[in-house]
T-cell receptor, first 118, second 112 residues
Framework: AQTVTQSQPEMSVQEAETVTLSCTYD???????LFWYKQPPSRQMILVIR????KQQNATENRFSVNFQKAAKSFSLKISDSQLGDAAMYFC???????????????WGAGTKLIIKP | DVKVTQSSRYLVKRTGEKVFLECVQD?????MFWYRQDPGLGLRLIYF???????EKGDIPEGYSVSREKKERFSLILESASTNQTSMYLC???????????FGPGTRLTVL
């Protein structure tokens, strides 16, 4: 079964600096989807960035970028120029390829709490 | 913008009560999901629905049931609430299975 591991329960970073959140996963599939979601305190979970495994290019969304290492099964999130509004729980998630079956389930990591120091 | 709403932000119930959590989405999405979020465990899927009146069990369906009578509405039912069901419950929806899931604000349920 697929698993997702976020080894850092909590991270802190100084405002304006760069921080990298780690995520590793285990799968025997070659084509899948990976996601980073953000859950600010008392606010809704929102998608930060998404990566299709067949794409070699790392996904980027403004100050957020990923380092996707397929062979190593690693999917880290880099946040540049950290802002106070980036403080949140960050979750890494994995999804099997659509053709596999009707299971639409995302497999989630335990989350990393990101603290931004002013 | 996609909007997913949940009936309550905070709910306090007593052991043995029947509890209804409702979720409504306004984007005509086919797929809807109920998750339970507990510290250190991430999100765990309780049930999902890929069409009206269709449902599939997730990882932790025991003690829960669901209902989807209309496309936009997906209800989670705790038939007889227990203290170990105290948790944050998140609803989500998506158009296609591989698409982004859009989440509601969550319901923090406390069972006394």
């Amino acid at each position: 079964a697929q698993t997702v591991t976020q080894s850092q329960p909590e991270m802190s970073v100084q405002e304006a600096e760069t921080v990298t959140l780690s995520c590793t996963y285990d799968t025997s599939e070659s084509d899948y989807y990976l996601f980073w979601y953000k859950q600010p305190p008392s606010r809704q979970m929102i998608l930060v960035i998404r990566q299709e495994a067949y794409k070699q290019q790392n996904a980027t969304e403004n100050r957020f970028s990923v380092n996707f290492q397929k062979a190593a099964k690693s999917f880290s999130l880099k946040i540049s120029d950290s802002q106070l509004g980036d403080a949140a729980m960050y979750f890494c998630a994995y999804r099997n390829p659509v053709y596999m079956d009707s299971n639409y389930q995302l497999i989630w990591g335990a989350g990393t709490k990101l603290i931004i120091k002013p | 913008d996609v909007k997913v709403t949940q009936s309550s932000r905070y709910l306090v119930k007593r052991t043995g009560e029947k509890v209804f959590l409702e979720c409504v989405q306004d984007m005509d999405h086919e797929n809807m999901f109920w998750y339970r979020q507990d510290p250190g465990l991430g999100l765990r899927l309780i049930y999902f629905s890929y069409d009206v009146k269709m449902k599939e069990k997730g990882d932790i369906p025991e003690g829960y049931s669901v209902s989807r009578e209309k496309k936009e509405r997906f209800s989670l039912i705790l038939e007889s609430a227990s203290t170990n069901q105290t948790s944050m419950y998140l609803c989500a929806s998506s158009d296609r299975p591989q698409d982004t899931q859009y989440f509601g604000p969550g319901t923090r349920l406390t069972v006394l």
